[in-house]
């Protein structure tokens, strides 16, 4: 052809036909397996992030067992006996009258959860999930371990408060954390003058014994009441359960103190200490405590004329006026222990026995046989009239013992998970 210009068309070539095809499905490969890989990830964050949340269930359940365990020691369930380190105590998810058989140094108790709303921090049966109150004990397994910060170490088998250890297993489907801690009742720092303590005179009448050397809590009823002995091993004299440490007077007093009969008093430095000046005597219960009034009276509680038995922290009145003492209690045949607040006058008769501390805001008289172990604080006249004898043997692991198990909270000396 001539006068113009030649054009080429190019055509295809054959073997690049379908590239753009190949091409978008690579891209589509590639974002597949991106999705997939995304998809991946994300269902192993949220098993990731599932069984997070079981191990975090699984140990709240477990800590909800303890407050459990805690509770029914608090509430003296579990019936535990501090001299027998083989004692344990288990709490089954059944209904009461439901409980397994145990042997004979296991107490069994069926849960305080609502039924059909139970947590699994125990089982229904024996077994290695069930909510278990044991005593912590020695290496060589025939002792109670105890706490007792005026000693070194504090922890040791003589003296203090006895140590639970409370092992609770948290269970969310297939995930379960096992956890052990040492507990003890909170104990509370009591400021005791002597065996009795009083803002008068006392006179001791008839056949009384008052000792201030400081006895165990495991004291049996009735030691003593020949006096403190000379030599151990009279089990009606109390040298033999005699601490060692922590003595104070038989009787202290801002008077006078005297006796007749056959009336005597012990303790260390001095048997007796009178003539204290007034302003060394405690201006009310709070002061033994350490304590602020309003914390008392809110620790203490409402006053009532009456209960069903006096074990516990009991404050005794007439009416509504605090340290008016006006009220008057007569007990008959009394076996207590805790703390007893009377707002009057304390009279008691034929057969009183009590562990732990007696506050008087008026005036206190013994007509009978009567045994205390703790100690005693009167504001008012304390007359002592024992016709048949009366003991009083101080011991500050009773008193602390007594207000730990029915006012006080609870101390965690170790946590770990099993």
Known sequence: MSGGTEMEVRLPNQNERGIALVISMLILLVMTLLALVLMAGASLNRGLAGNDQRMRQSLNIAEAGVGEAEARIRNQETLMDPTDPHDVCQVFNVAAGSVPSLGADSIGLATGQ????YLNYTSTDRGPDVLTIAWKKNPAGTAVMKYDNTQNPAVQTATGLPI????????????RRTIVTEVIQKPMNIMAKGAMAADVPIDF??????????????TMDG??????????????????????AGNLPGAWSTGAIGGGGASGAAGSPFNVTGGHPSSEFFTGPWDMFNMS???????????SSSWPNWNGIRYYDNNSITQDRTASLALHSVNGEGFLYVDGDLH??????????????????????AWILGGVVVKGHSNIRANGGMTILYSSETIQQMMAKYGGQFVTLSWREQ
Not at 114 to 117: E, K, Q
Not at 355 to 360: A, D, M, Q, T
Request: with cysteine; proline share 2%; charged share 15%.
């Open 114 to 117: 609502s039924a059909g709303n």
């Open 164 to 175: 639970y250890t409370v092992t609770s297993t948290g269970r969310v489907g297939n995930t």
């Open 205 to 218: 009448v008839g056949n009384a014994f008052i000792c201030g050397y400081n006895h165990r809590a495991s």
């Open 223 to 244: 030691d003593g009441s020949n006096g403190r002995g000379l030599m151990p091993g009279d089990a009606t004299h109390c040298i033999d359960n005699e601490t060692g």
């Open 293 to 303: 009034q309003a914390e008392y009276w809110s620790w203490v509680g409402m006053p």
């Open 348 to 369: 008691c008769n034929a057969g009183f026995t009590y562990r732990g501390l007696l506050y008087v805001e008026g005036d206190f008289d013994i007509n009978g046989q």
